[in-house]
């Protein structure tokens, strides 16, 4: 059964998902740490292709590198769309919602999508932060990543 938040959580927790778009957007690993429980509550990350982060640190790491110079986020714009959010307690939820992410740096096309799958998110006394996620990407990327290879090595 479902237990219903309060309305002010359920605007914060759809705040606390832009945020982790928006914060990547901008390239700020540390705003988008800040989004997360402390290291020692840390849940995990698992992206399937980017890989699975078990540690803060680790997610930390990934996230100044997927950020910074180089990056796949670069030149990116990430989205979140169909968010559903499922109370567990009123301190718990579940989170599901689909990312989209568009080429912005050059021609604007949309170029991977996916879903974080029942993401756990917690109320801390900071607000609402993520404990876990679970990004599944769609296929498509990974034949648009094989197209952009097979063009790079020609």
């Given at each position: 059964?479902?237990?219903?938040?309060?309305?002010?959580?359920?605007?914060?927790?759809?705040?606390?998902?832009?945020?982790?778009?928006?914060?990547?957007?901008?390239?700020?690993?540390?705003?988008?740490?800040?989004?997360?429980?402390?290291?020692?509550?840390?849940?995990?990350?698992?992206?399937?292709?980017?890989?699975?982060?078990?540690?803060?640190q680790a997610m930390y790491?990934?996230?100044?590198?997927?950020?910074?110079?180089?990056?796949?986020?670069?030149?990116?714009?990430?989205?979140?769309?169909?968010?559903?959010?499922?109370?567990?307690?009123?301190?718990?939820a579940l989170v599901t919602?689909?990312?989209?992410?568009?080429?912005?740096?050059?021609?604007?096309?949309?170029?991977?999508?996916?879903?974080y799958n029942k993401s756990?998110?917690?109320?801390?006394?900071?607000?609402?932060?993520?404990?876990?996620?679970?990004?599944?990407?769609?296929?498509?990327?990974?034949?648009?990543?094989?197209?952009?290879?097979?063009?790079?090595?020609?």
């Amino acid at each position: 059964m479902t237990t219903v938040l309060a309305p002010a959580d359920y605007a914060d927790i759809q705040n606390l998902v832009a945020l982790y778009c928006i914060t990547t957007d901008n390239a700020d690993a540390d705003a988008f740490m800040r989004l997360w429980v402390e290291p020692t509550e840390f849940g995990g990350y698992d992206s399937g292709a980017f890989g699975k982060m078990d540690t803060w640190q680790a997610m930390y790491e990934f996230e100044k590198h997927h950020v910074g110079p180089g990056g796949m986020a670069n030149g990116k714009r990430h989205q979140s769309t169909n968010i559903v959010i499922e109370g567990v307690s009123a301190t718990e939820a579940l989170v599901t919602n689909d990312m989209l992410v568009f080429e912005v740096a050059d021609v604007p096309f949309l170029m991977a999508s996916g879903r974080y799958n029942k993401s756990v998110v917690v109320k801390t006394a900071a607000g609402w932060k993520f404990k876990r996620r679970t990004l599944d990407i769609d296929s498509g990327f990974f034949k648009l990543m094989e197209k952009v290879q097979a063009k790079d090595s020609a």
